[in-house]
């Protein structure tokens, strides 16, 4: 059984706990963030939250693993500070993928968050630090590089190329052989028939860049 610490104290590190509790396969054992952000308590879900800056001193990395199911806010860049301090300290990820979701022995890395009803077709990889909400399609023959974040009920279709901190908006669809450039945020419901630009925000259908998406934060 895997010893793990989840990072978070509000809604989706409580989401991940509940679903987490139903794995046979993991034991999370308390959970940790920066030390201005502790609860007057010290316990979250009747666990102990310990300081993330001295979280080794309560859970060494050869024996405990980390979860960090964060939201794409700035763009996935929040997310990635706290995966990439706690790959510093020495922690490997856990990732978790819903029983409830249909894979096909995809390649998938550290730190992903995959919940229920998610398809995702054969011979697409997915990276590390990579958040799916519940029932997306993901197309075949794919890659969904690090650092990017998926809302619910997003189609991206076959032989799409996803580059890091990218995030997509409910209801988007992504037509085949499309490029998702660096930092591209698709707004809801937009369609995306073409490559895009480089942190670039595309809105409407079909879409079109509307304005940079360096500073967005939701």
């Not at 979280?55 to 050869?62: F, G, K, N």
């Not at 819903?98 to 730190?111: F, K, L, R």
């Not at 995702?120 to 794919?142: A, D, R, Y």
Request: hydrophobic share 35%; proline share 5%; net charge negative.
């Amino acid at each position: 059984m895997q010893k793990v610490i989840l990072f978070g104290i509000l809604d989706t590190a409580q989401l991940a706990h509940y679903y987490l509790k139903k794995d046979p396969s993991v034991e999370v054992v308390g959970f940790t963030v920066h030390e201005q952000y502790i609860p007057e308590s010290k316990t979250f879900e009747g666990l102990p939250v310990v300081p993330f800056e001295s979280v080794t001193d309560y859970y060494p990395p050869s024996e405990y693993k980390m979860f960090a199911p964060m939201t794409g806010r700035k763009m996935n860049r929040q997310r990635e500070s706290v995966y990439l301090e706690g790959k510093a300290k020495g922690y490997d990820f856990i990732s978790y993928v819903s029983p409830n979701a249909t894979v096909n022995d995809n390649q998938i890395g550290e730190n992903c968050f995959i919940l229920e009803d998610n398809t995702l077709q054969p011979f697409t990889k997915i990276g590390n630090n990579v958040v799916m909400w519940s029932g997306n399609h993901i197309g075949h023959h794919g890659e969904i590089k690090d650092h990017v974040f998926f809302t619910s009920h997003v189609v991206l279709s076959g032989h799409c190329v996803v580059h890091p901190y990218s995030w997509f908006g409910v209801n988007a669809t992504i037509t085949n052989d499309c490029t998702i450039a660096e930092g591209t945020c698709v707004a809801m419901g937009a369609l995306i028939s073409k490559d895009t630009q480089a942190w670039q925000l595309y809105i409407g259908s079909p879409a079109r860049a509307a304005k940079s998406s360096q500073d967005l934060d939701f």
